[in-house]
């Protein structure tokens, strides 16, 4: 039930805490101040009637979503809030009298009915109990189904996906975009990157990134520039000779594509956006108390016995300062 980095195992070296579950008696790696909402293996509908999983999502797939008006509606992914394929998590598994089984981050929205009003109650997936009623979705329409058993698991990846709706269908369940503060609350606050989803490009390592890819298109370019100033050099050496030139320098364009500094995962990378980072700041100033408890993980940061703790200092410093470079060394 805690977390704390322990620099001598992996974790420590990929920027990750080192984490013990009580519910499971596991260790895994977690994100030492972030928390997670989709595993890899959640499966999500398609317009067309397949499925795809969390880990194989991309921006600009087409998924089901739920508007307003309560239909179900083809809707297309504008980015991830958080993104995190190597990391593991601790999610409940919430299983259904109808068969599904939703697997989310204890501090994941859904919605649930209520008994007294025919509007959905925005809740947090470790809030549901055993006997509440959730929505799930068939060719039909939205359904009501009951929760049957509850369980925890660790398991590979962290999808935090947004779509235009702010809603999704996973493992046949209705489900939030949002987590930690109430559905109409995020969905408010996360307006913008609706509207402009080049928000959610930055994140750590989206620079290094699209400088690399920025890099192997120059080189590929020089390389078919140079293919063409050894040809004219030659001077006439014959047809031949520059018609195997112009075949080298029509491969080496068709590698060069302008596609590679705009692929999948420069926009999609890892982590969370930095526009995310800046709205859990404003929410945890403004709307502290309405933050989803964290019941499941409890994150320590701060090494014991470190530098920091022996100068004697505040509690706090060494946190924030922790903090800092912690932040420091995701954003390198």
Not at 9 to 28: A, Q, V
Not at 53 to 76: C, I, N, W, Y
Not at 278 to 295: I, T
């Given at each position: ?18 984490c013990y579950s009580k519910i499971t008696r596991h260790h895994y ?112 329409g939205i359904h009501k189904t009951e929760i049957i058993a509850i ?182």
């Amino acid at each position: 039930k805690h977390a704390r980095p322990m620099f001598y195992i992996n974790c420590g070296y990929r920027d990750l805490c080192y984490c013990y579950s009580k519910i499971t008696r596991h260790h895994y790696c977690c994100s030492c101040d972030v928390g997670s909402c989709f595993p890899a293996h959640a499966r999500l509908p398609t317009p067309t009637g397949a499925t795809t999983t969390m880990g194989h999502l991309r921006t600009g797939d087409q998924v089901l979503a739920v508007d307003e008006s309560g239909k179900v509606v083809p809707t297309t992914i504008l980015g991830f809030m958080d993104r995190r394929p190597r990391e593991a998590a601790l999610y409940v598994t919430l299983r259904t009298s109808m068969g599904h089984n939703l697997t989310l981050s204890p501090n994941h929205v859904l919605f649930k009915s209520a008994p007294n009003s025919s509007h959905p109650v925005s809740v947090f997936g470790s809030d549901i109990n055993i006997g509440d009623v959730i929505y799930s979705t068939n060719q039909t329409g939205i359904h009501k189904t009951e929760i049957i058993a509850i369980d925890h698991e660790v398991t590979q990846g962290a999808y935090v996906p947004l779509t235009r709706e702010g809603t999704l269908v996973v493992e046949g369940i209705v489900v939030s975009c949002y987590a930690s503060y109430k559905h109409s609350l995020a969905h408010t606050f996360l307006a913008p990157a609706r509207i402009f989803p080049a928000l959610l490009y930055l994140r750590p390592g989206f620079v290094s990134r699209l400088v690399t890819s920025v890099e192997n298109l120059a080189g590929n370019v020089m390389k078919t520039l140079l293919l063409v100033l050894q040809d004219a050099a030659g001077g006439g050496a014959g047809r031949g000779k520059t018609s195997k030139v112009q075949s080298i320098t029509k491969d080496g364009m068709k590698d060069t594509r302008f596609e590679d500094v705009r692929s999948d995962d420069v926009p999609d990378g890892e982590g969370e956006a930095y526009y995310i980072s800046l709205v859990k700041l404003v929410g945890w100033l403004l709307y502290r108390k309405e933050k989803a408890a964290p019941q499941v993980l409890q994150v320590r940061a701060v090494v014991e016995d470190g530098w920091l703790q022996v100068l004697r200092l505040p509690y706090s410093l060494p946190q924030m300062t922790y903090t800092i470079l912690g932040l420091l060394a995701r954003s390198w």
